[in-house]
Structures are given as C-alpha cells and as structure tokens.
C-alpha cells in the first residue's frame, strides 16, 4: 500500500528548530519528486520546499535560509530541517510525492508560539 507518514512536529518557541520527516512505503522512492506544503487556518496550502528525483531543491522565498530539505532515498525518507522558526510558520505541514501520481501524507502539526 501507497502511503506516507510525516512526524516531527509539535510547539516550538519562536527562534527555535525542528526537524520533519516523511517516510514513504509502497512506492519507488527515489524517482519521485518530493515536496513539503503547508496550510495554515484559514489559508490555503502553499508550497514550502521541494527535492527533485537528482537532488535539487526549491524553496519558498519566506522560508529561505532557513529551511533545508533533503532525501534519504535508502531509508526512503524525506526530511524538513526547519531553523529559526516564526509565529508565521505555524501549519499543518503536508508531505507530497509525485510521479506518476500524486500521494499525500496525513499532516503535521507545526505551532510556533511563546
């Protein structure tokens, strides 16, 4: 079965760090493209990070030198090490990965607050 689990979340302090994960099953993990999305209450869901199949990466311009994503393709695993966090970075955040097809992770709680 298709499937993707994020964990890693939880309250964090403004300034503070945490690190996602997203370990897939079920699927041909390193030829899929896998990004982080995020949707915080009342707005919709924005892209925050992506990996391609070769490596490269992209970003959202507010998260920027603060975010890294990587890939462990023999632990089929995707990460999010989020740096200096924000109130505004508080969201759910979403694993995707595509290649043929679209699958989605159930979602993490990121709640960034004194």
């Known amino acids: 079965q298709e499937q993707l689990v994020e964990s890693g979340g939880g309250l964090v302090r403004p300034g503070g760090s945490l690190r996602l994960s997203c370990a897939a099953s079920?699927?041909?993990?390193?030829?899929?493209?896998l990004t982080w999305y995020r949707q915080a209450p009342g707005k919709q869901r924005e892209l925050v990070a992506a990996?391609?199949?070769?490596?490269?990466?992209n970003y959202a311009d507010s998260v920027k030198g603060r975010f890294t994503i990587s890939r462990d393709n023999a632990k089929n695993t995707v990460y999010l090490q989020m740096n200096n966090l924000k109130p505004e970075d508080t969201a759910v955040y979403y694993c995707?990965?595509?290649?043929?097809?679209?699958?989605w992770g159930q979602g993490t709680q990121v709640t960034v607050s004194s």
């Open positions: 995707n990965a595509l290649n043929r097809r679209s699958l």
């Open positions: 079920g699927i041909d993990f390193p030829m899929n493209v």
């Open positions: 990996i391609a199949r070769e490596g490269s990466t």
